[in-house]
């Protein structure tokens, strides 16, 4: 996709400081367990969401549960929740509402990081849960549910409630890179390659993010 309107950094590596760059051979390393270090997104919301898609890929070492991204709204601090449960588990969430997914041994194609992309529509629920390019199957969920515009979007944690009430046994700890968002399902023959060159506009783009580091979380160069 182009790359237009490129920002420069704003007091980048100013904990609480606001920042729009691109983050292109760039990761966000979580160094250690917390119950305040998190990355907040800012994507601009003009409507409720009616199906979403969601990317990201990480690498850690943890075999306990962790949250990916969490999305709260002020009525629902679940809006939309993606959360490794064990390393062959994740639990994902929608409207409060979730469903587990155990992952097969074959998804791992010798690389140390893992992309994970999960994807909904509400007027049929059917929600998609894709680990390293391999779909896992299909299944219901929040059907005619409609995603707040409301939404604190956060990295490495999980809210319990509004922008708030962390968990540390909950807090992700490792890198995180190319995290996107869109307002739509992607056909899975993108989803499948993990390319994003010819997708719509995102809500959340990894080569123009607008967010904010809280914590202890360091922007550093990709090792991979």
């Given at each position: 996709m182009e790359r237009a309107g490129l920002w420069p950094v704003i007091f980048l590596g100013l904990s609480?400081?606001?920042?729009?760059?691109?983050?292109?051979?760039?990761?966000?390393?979580f160094p250690k367990p917390s119950a305040n270090a998190y990355?907040?997104?800012m994507p601009r919301l003009l409507e409720p969401l009616q199906q979403f898609t969601v990317c990201l890929r990480f690498y850690t070492d943890l075999t306990r549960e962790f949250s990916l991204i969490s999305c709260a709204s002020r009525n629902q601090h679940n809006e939309i929740l993606l959360i490794k449960h064990s390393p062959t588990v994740y639990h994902t969430y929608v409207g409060g509402t979730t469903l587990a997914y155990t992952v097969p041994g074959n998804t791992n194609r010798?690389?140390?990081?893992?992309?994970?992309?999960?994807?909904?529509?509400?007027?049929?629920?059917?929600?998609?849960?894709?680990?390293?390019?391999?779909?896992?199957?299909?299944?219901?969920?929040?059907k005619g549910y409609a995603v707040k515009t409301d939404l604190f979007i956060m990295l490495g944690q999980d809210q319990d409630s509004y922008g708030g009430s962390l968990d540390e046994q909950q807090s992700f700890v490792g890198e995180m890179a190319d995290v996107y968002m869109w307002d739509t399902v992607l056909p899975s023959e993108q989803l499948r390659r993990m390319r994003w060159e010819k997708v719509p506009t995102p809500l959340v783009d990894w080569t123009a993010p607008n967010f904010e580091i809280k914590g202890y979380v360091v922007l550093e160069p990709t090792l991979d």
């Open positions: 609480g400081a606001l920042a729009q760059t691109s983050l292109d051979g760039k990761v966000f390393v990355v907040r997104l010798g690389s140390q990081w893992e992309n994970v992309c999960m994807a909904w529509n509400s007027t049929t629920g059917i929600i998609q849960l894709w680990v390293n390019g391999l779909a896992l199957p299909r299944k219901g969920l929040s």
